[in-house]
């Protein structure tokens, strides 16, 4: 088999985080690349820092996937004469392509809140804020019986009775359809001004929204007859089972502290290491998670029902009116170490998802830590501001 093209790959990775799903201010997909170049070796990393794309060409990658963009905010230039312009050219003179997944690879499944909550042991896991689900409308039209795999045929190419891993799915009924043509009428079966009854079938099959034009036009090009009876009714809207965030349960209950050493274990290690806010010996079991800055999801997860909310880059302000409120208490990791399990993830299932295409992928997890923190210095705790002594430096 030939390599994947850039192209087979974009394809795959977008098969799995939709960019249709990032939020409005976001900017992810192909940043640098021809979709014509071949793919054999892809590096993943949280962020696009000129030390990630160094380690990627010195590994030999044709592709680099970060979660971070390099651009969220637009560019004129890529010039060199600037620390995000080096990347650039670096990439394009070592024949590396970048792609970013961010907040499309954060709300789904298998994404970056999964891969935090499936790391911690969570179980019957939910989004804290759940993506809209797909608009759906039910069809039902009526049809002779002799026509009615043909129209669901045709139904069902335009987009409809599509239920998860099912296709062409649909309610038929048999009954009775009655009508008299009027002058003008050229009708299939029957002739003008007499009743004619016909063996009909009632068919059923929901559809997407977004379908619905290709569904009834579908309908009336299949349809035998000229005027085909249908009802279509808009179903309620539901959440979809991806979204921000994950809230879920521990499989037994658990100290905030030795919860706080959980995540400490589990997470890669960074010089500013984890945070703890709230009576470290107050029992928790149901956990928010959030990869990333997620301080804006305080107020939904307190009533979710959350006891502790791990997410990143807390302040100082929020975190400490939130805490005088009660629960949840509060555990607060870098913000490139909660996002970082998902690299993993998402290199294993661009791994199986090629070669389930026949061909073989070579791949590789940045280990780099791309917090902008490189030291923490230990202190020694006083009730006495500004008696605090240096007890040296921890990595």
């Given at each position: 088999?030939?390599?994947?093209?850039?192209?087979?790959?974009?394809?795959?990775?977008?098969?799995?985080?939709?960019?249709?799903?990032?939020?409005?201010?976001?900017?992810?997909?192909?940043?640098?690349?021809?979709?014509?170049?071949?793919?054999?070796?892809?590096?993943?990393?949280?962020?696009?820092?000129?030390?990630?794309?160094?380690?990627?060409?010195?590994?030999?990658?044709?592709?680099?996937?970060?979660?971070?963009?390099?651009?969220?905010?637009?560019?004129?230039?890529?010039?060199?004469?600037?620390?995000?312009?080096?990347?650039?050219?670096?990439?394009?003179?070592?024949?590396?392509?970048?792609?970013?997944?961010?907040?499309?690879?954060?709300?789904?499944a298998d994404g970056v809140a999964h891969a935090l909550a499936d790391l911690l042991?969570?179980?019957?896991?939910?989004?804290?804020?759940?993506?809209?689900?797909?608009?759906?409308?039910?069809?039902?039209?009526?049809?002779?019986?002799?026509?009615?795999?043909?129209?669901?045929?045709?139904?069902?190419?335009?987009?409809?009775?599509?239920?998860?891993?099912?296709?062409?799915?649909?309610?038929?009924?048999?009954?009775?359809?009655?009508?008299?043509?009027?002058?003008?009428?050229?009708?299939?079966?029957?002739?003008?001004?007499?009743?004619?009854?016909?063996?009909?079938?009632?068919?059923?099959?929901?559809?997407?929204?977004?379908?619905?034009?290709?569904?009834?036009?579908?309908?009336?090009?299949?349809?035998?007859?000229?005027?085909?009876?249908?009802?279509?009714?808009?179903?309620?809207?539901?959440?979809?089972?991806?979204?921000?965030?994950?809230?879920?349960?521990?499989?037994?209950?658990?100290?905030?502290?030795?919860?706080?050493?959980?995540?400490?274990?589990?997470?890669?290690?960074?010089?500013?290491?984890?945070?703890?806010?709230?009576?470290?010996?107050?029992?928790?079991?149901?956990?928010?998670?959030?990869?990333?800055?997620?301080?804006?999801?305080?107020?939904?997860?307190?009533?979710?029902?959350?006891?502790?909310?791990?997410?990143?880059?807390?302040?100082?302000?929020?975190?400490?009116?939130?805490?005088?409120?009660?629960?949840?208490?509060?555990?607060?990791?870098?913000?490139?170490?909660?996002?970082?399990?998902?690299?993993?993830?998402?290199?294993?299932?661009?791994?199986?998802?090629?070669?389930?295409?026949?061909?073989?992928?070579?791949?590789?997890?940045?280990?780099?830590?791309?917090?902008?923190?490189?030291?923490?210095?230990?202190?020694?705790?006083?009730?006495?501001?500004?008696?605090?002594?240096?007890?040296?430096?921890?990595?």
């Amino acid at each position: 088999m030939p390599p994947l093209t850039l192209a087979d790959v974009v394809d795959l990775l977008e098969g799995r985080y939709p960019p249709g799903t990032a939020e409005e201010w976001d900017a992810v997909g192909l940043v640098t690349g021809d979709p014509a170049d071949a793919v054999e070796k892809v590096m993943l990393a949280v962020d696009p820092t000129l030390e990630v794309v160094s380690d990627a060409l010195e590994w030999g990658a044709d592709l680099l996937v970060t979660h971070h963009p390099l651009y969220l905010r637009g560019t004129s230039t890529v010039a060199a004469t600037s620390p995000k312009g080096q990347v650039v050219q670096s990439l394009i003179r070592g024949g590396c392509a970048l792609y970013t997944a961010h907040t499309n690879a954060d709300a789904a499944a298998d994404g970056v809140a999964h891969a935090l909550a499936d790391l911690l042991g969570l179980v019957g896991t939910r989004p804290i804020e759940p993506l809209p689900g797909t608009a759906l409308d039910t069809l039902a039209t009526f049809v002779p019986r002799e026509h009615t795999q043909r129209l669901l045929d045709a139904l069902a190419a335009a987009g409809a009775g599509r239920l998860g891993d099912y296709e062409r799915a649909a309610f038929l009924s048999p009954g009775t359809g009655t009508f008299r043509p009027l002058p003008g009428a050229r009708p299939a079966v029957g002739a003008v001004g007499v009743v004619e009854d016909v063996a009909e079938d009632r068919i059923e099959v929901v559809l997407p929204r977004a379908r619905r034009t290709a569904v009834l036009d579908a309908l009336r090009g299949a349809h035998p007859y000229e005027e085909p009876a249908f009802t279509l009714v808009a179903q309620a809207a539901q959440d979809a089972a991806t979204g921000t965030g994950r809230i879920g349960l521990l499989p037994a209950p658990m100290t905030l502290r030795a919860f706080g050493e959980r995540v400490a274990a589990a997470l890669p290690a960074t010089p500013q290491g984890i945070r703890i806010g709230g009576d470290l010996d107050a029992e928790v079991r149901t956990v928010a998670v959030c990869g990333g800055a997620g301080d804006s999801l305080l107020g939904q997860v307190r009533r979710l029902g959350a006891d502790v909310y791990l997410t990143a880059d807390l302040r100082h302000h929020p975190a400490s009116e939130h805490l005088a409120g009660g629960r949840p208490y509060l555990v607060d990791a870098t913000h490139w170490a909660s996002e970082w399990p998902w690299l993993p993830r998402a290199a294993e299932v661009l791994r199986s998802d090629a070669r389930a295409r026949g061909v073989r992928l070579d791949l590789r997890v940045s280990s780099r830590v791309t917090d902008p923190w490189s030291l923490h210095l230990g202190q020694q705790h006083s009730s006495e501001p500004g008696s605090t002594q240096n007890e040296g430096a921890r990595p």
